[in-house]
């Protein structure tokens, strides 16, 4: 009686696709958390600018920004912050783009960071 491969437990191909994929998700949360992190840890900048609106000026409020966006190396420059002050509230927004290159191909993973809050 022959026997088909499968039911010796032959199935290397399976594994090496398997491999493949796996190591495809590896690169891809290797590239992109690190970036999600600093985004996140910028839109915590942008939020707390806002609830201090009191006491910070607009040019200290973009001043922040720009030194944390410098700190996490996020490209992010004076035309990408937005301050506004209107009727006892302020708005701060920040838009960017980040480049995550992969080999062959680039993605740029845009942001928009925006807090609202009143003035005290």
């Not at 022959?2 to 891809?28: A, S, T």
Request: some cysteine; hydrophobic content about 40%; charged content about 25%.
């Amino acid at each position: 009686m022959q026997r088909n491969r499968r039911e010796r437990g032959e199935g290397q191909i399976g594994c090496l696709i398997g491999l493949v994929i796996l190591l495809i998700c590896g690169l891809i949360a290797y590239k992109m958390v690190p970036v999600k992190v600093k985004a996140a840890e910028m839109r915590d900048i942008v939020q707390d600018s806002a609830r201090a609106a009191g006491t910070m000026n607009d040019g200290a409020i973009r001043q922040a920004v720009l030194h944390k966006a410098e700190q996490l190396r996020l490209p992010i420059g004076e035309n990408d912050i937005e301050v506004v002050r209107e009727r006892g509230e302020i708005r701060v927004e920040v838009r960017y783009t980040v480049p995550v290159t992969f080999p062959g191909y680039t993605y740029q993973w845009k942001f928009h960071h925006k807090a609202e809050n009143p003035i005290f």
